[in-house]
């Protein structure tokens, strides 16, 4: 199968680029680069000490399944040169685009006017401008868009995989004839950048017939995908206040035996999966692809986890290396729900196959170990939030 | 009460100014003039004499009531520089801030990628930079917000005024403790682009405490508000395939006696209201603001009606003029449920006092008089669709 990754220089996109190799699909891959240069100017950098994109081109080039001459073109989607990408389509002819150009932090976006509408900027207008290239050049390849379950919010009701079925009832609305998308409350400029992705993917699949897979992702961690990982392999590791997930962030400070930092009470509920089980399940979703005009909905997660049970396996899990950390618990800088009822489906990645790695303890205890022998580049001061979301 | 209007050179735009300007209240306007170069580029242009820009400013001057300086900056929301609307917020401190400044054609936006994308940057980004200059200058205003009524699509189910009540009950999905948005389904990239500000909207209420009402407006037809309206307060009036909606479309084309142009069976059913009874409903939501943090919905429109009754009501007025008129079906330019249920509800608006000012049959006989004095400046070669949307 040709796959095209967009944005495979990220934490995702990195090793998705090496797995889908290794199994023998011819690859090209394109990034802008711009994370990085994100991540430096917030003051902080990748704690593991990745590649630099030169020697990140020269390691994909051995493969020889790896498709040269995209990889050195740093394009940005959502500028104002869509024809940009459709050369680059209409030269490639992929079967799947695994589409991970996005700005990617919900705390980044929520900084300033600027950051916000560059955030939205980067993420719908590039999304639209690879829809309409699709549509122009490849209608037949399969998107496969990174969403977020943040894309749902806490509605504090069950939330289904995409769609509200004809078949419910409602009470005050008379039934619809089709399935309907289930309603978005996201809950950051960020998030409301996937929403909207997500409406624009829906229209161009019924109206210009083109496939997709939105796949709602849980937070991931984790630095590693397989345990015979070299260092030149390893992905990018975040941990500072806007692009440092949750888990990624704990375990960083665990290393250090800097206190957990947990955003208000720690009630919150939110979908987990390792970055190994992310790589599996996009791998799935890749070589099982949709039919024509189909648009569907993976929830992709693990299991959902409050982030005080979260910390607690850190703290007990870092205990067990001889470290002693403890759990402070700071104003919230976000306003969000902290005790909400939480239980999003996610059974189709199930239904294909996927099988979690390890449980999520377990995962834990494999990243603290992972990031002990880089633990003295963490950066103390990128640790603490400053952005307050209100 | 103290308002800015953004876009207030537009098709209600103007009537809307003037009409605020003779009731009382202190106004002031901004406007970028795009949508005078964008129907010229598509080579038409408005088929009442409209003055021109400088005309308009002089004219709105010998109001004691209209707040000069702000009428001749020509801005663009959607740009890089949030700081413009910032500063004119800081300056003004409106009560009321109505937000017209959107491209406004769903057809225009099918286009191309270019045109996709520069109305998802101006409708989507702009209003982004607005709400953040809200948060920061001025929160206590109230955002009044032209969406569409196509911001549902036809999901073939009763459609209710913005949301889905706690009180409905779900089959299968347990029942939300709170309202959600009602599901969206627009049908092209315009639409998609309000339906995006709705969702930024949202949040901006719930995040910022924020306060808005956040207009699902049909299709208005017509040109006049009042009887009384001198030539140099007409408003811009649209009759080609890209700006002209329905029935203004539909007389345009009676008064010169040219087939009217349906897409398709003509079954397709939409809410319309006219041009007087949408600067009434505005005025109503204006003078009856939401509470702080509020983010309401009308749904603002007279009657649903089929195409083809309304093709008949034209045929039909235009004969009592003199007028043969016959009826064209041409091959849908747009893909689109041609048979289906629709009834949104419409009730908040009647309940704050909105009267229709006349039956839509009326307002019909009257609008095709308003027209025939401007019967020659017609271009007839902008009348039909050439714009695919698959």
Same mark, same amino acid.
């Given at each position: 199968m040709k796959i095209l990754i967009l944005g495979s220089d990220g934490y995702i996109g990195w090793p998705l680029t090496l797995h889908l190799l290794k199994e023998g699909h011819e690859v090209a891959g394109i990034d802008s680069y711009i994370r990085r240069t994100r991540v430096r100017n917030c003051g902080s950098d990748s704690l593991t000490p990745i590649l630099s994109t030169l020697d990140r081109l020269t390691l994909l080039r051995k493969y020889p399944n790896y498709i040269k001459g995209y990889g050195n073109l740093v394009i940005s989607?959502?500028?104002? *040169?869509?024809f940009i990408i459709r050369n680059i389509l209409r030269d490639l002819k992929p079967d799947t685009i695994v589409h991970l150009a996005e700005q990617s932090s919900a705390p980044w976006s929520m900084i300033s006017s600027e950051k916000a509408s560059e955030t939205q900027l980067q993420n719908v207008i590039g999304t639209l401008h690879l829809l309409w290239a699709m549509k122009e050049v490849c209608p037949e390849a399969h998107l496969v868009k990174i969403g977020s379950?943040? *894309?749902?919010?806490?509605?504090n009701c069950d939330i289904p995989e995409g769609f509200i079925k004809r078949d419910c009832s409602w009470r005050s609305i008379r039934c619809p004839m089709a399935d309907l998308p289930f309603p978005k409350s996201p809950n950051s400029f960020y998030h409301l950048s996937k929403v909207h992705d997500t409406h624009n993917i829906i229209f161009a699949c019924s109206n210009w017939n083109l496939r997709s897979t939105d796949i709602m992702q849980g937070v991931v961690f984790g630095v590693?995908?397989?345990?015979?990982?070299s260092e030149s392999e390893l992905t990018r590791f975040d941990y500072d206040?806007?692009?440092?997930t949750v888990i990624n962030r704990f375990c960083a400070q665990a290393i250090i035996e800097y206190p957990l930092t947990i955003y208000g009470r720690g009630d919150q509920l939110r979908g987990f999966l390792s970055l190994s089980d992310s790589i599996q399940c996009l791998t799935l979703a890749i070589e099982n692809p949709p039919n024509k005009s189909e648009y569907r909905v993976f929830n992709q997660f693990e299991s959902t986890r409050s982030i005080n049970g979260l910390a607690k396996m850190v703290v007990q899990s870092a205990g067990e290396l001889g470290l002693k950390v403890e759990i402070s618990h700071l104003e919230n800088p976000r306003k969000e729900k902290e005790i909400h009822h939480y239980n999003p489906a996610h059974q189709k990645l199930f239904d294909l196959g996927y099988k979690p790695t390890a449980n999520i303890y377990q995962e834990i205890q494999i990243l603290l170990s992972n990031l002990l022998p880089y633990k003295d580049r963490i950066i103390k001061e990128v640790i603490l939030p400053t952005t307050r979301w209100i």
């Amino acid at each position: 199968m040709k796959i095209l990754i967009l944005g495979s220089d990220g934490y995702i996109g990195w090793p998705l680029t090496l797995h889908l190799l290794k199994e023998g699909h011819e690859v090209a891959g394109i990034d802008s680069y711009i994370r990085r240069t994100r991540v430096r100017n917030c003051g902080s950098d990748s704690l593991t000490p990745i590649l630099s994109t030169l020697d990140r081109l020269t390691l994909l080039r051995k493969y020889p399944n790896y498709i040269k001459g995209y990889g050195n073109l740093v394009i940005s989607l959502g500028e104002y *040169e869509p024809f940009i990408i459709r050369n680059i389509l209409r030269d490639l002819k992929p079967d799947t685009i695994v589409h991970l150009a996005e700005q990617s932090s919900a705390p980044w976006s929520m900084i300033s006017s600027e950051k916000a509408s560059e955030t939205q900027l980067q993420n719908v207008i590039g999304t639209l401008h690879l829809l309409w290239a699709m549509k122009e050049v490849c209608p037949e390849a399969h998107l496969v868009k990174i969403g977020s379950l943040g *894309e749902y919010g806490t509605p504090n009701c069950d939330i289904p995989e995409g769609f509200i079925k004809r078949d419910c009832s409602w009470r005050s609305i008379r039934c619809p004839m089709a399935d309907l998308p289930f309603p978005k409350s996201p809950n950051s400029f960020y998030h409301l950048s996937k929403v909207h992705d997500t409406h624009n993917i829906i229209f161009a699949c019924s109206n210009w017939n083109l496939r997709s897979t939105d796949i709602m992702q849980g937070v991931v961690f984790g630095v590693k995908v397989t345990d015979n990982e070299s260092e030149s392999e390893l992905t990018r590791f975040d941990y500072d206040q806007y692009f440092g997930t949750v888990i990624n962030r704990f375990c960083a400070q665990a290393i250090i035996e800097y206190p957990l930092t947990i955003y208000g009470r720690g009630d919150q509920l939110r979908g987990f999966l390792s970055l190994s089980d992310s790589i599996q399940c996009l791998t799935l979703a890749i070589e099982n692809p949709p039919n024509k005009s189909e648009y569907r909905v993976f929830n992709q997660f693990e299991s959902t986890r409050s982030i005080n049970g979260l910390a607690k396996m850190v703290v007990q899990s870092a205990g067990e290396l001889g470290l002693k950390v403890e759990i402070s618990h700071l104003e919230n800088p976000r306003k969000e729900k902290e005790i909400h009822h939480y239980n999003p489906a996610h059974q189709k990645l199930f239904d294909l196959g996927y099988k979690p790695t390890a449980n999520i303890y377990q995962e834990i205890q494999i990243l603290l170990s992972n990031l002990l022998p880089y633990k003295d580049r963490i950066i103390k001061e990128v640790i603490l939030p400053t952005t307050r979301w209100i």
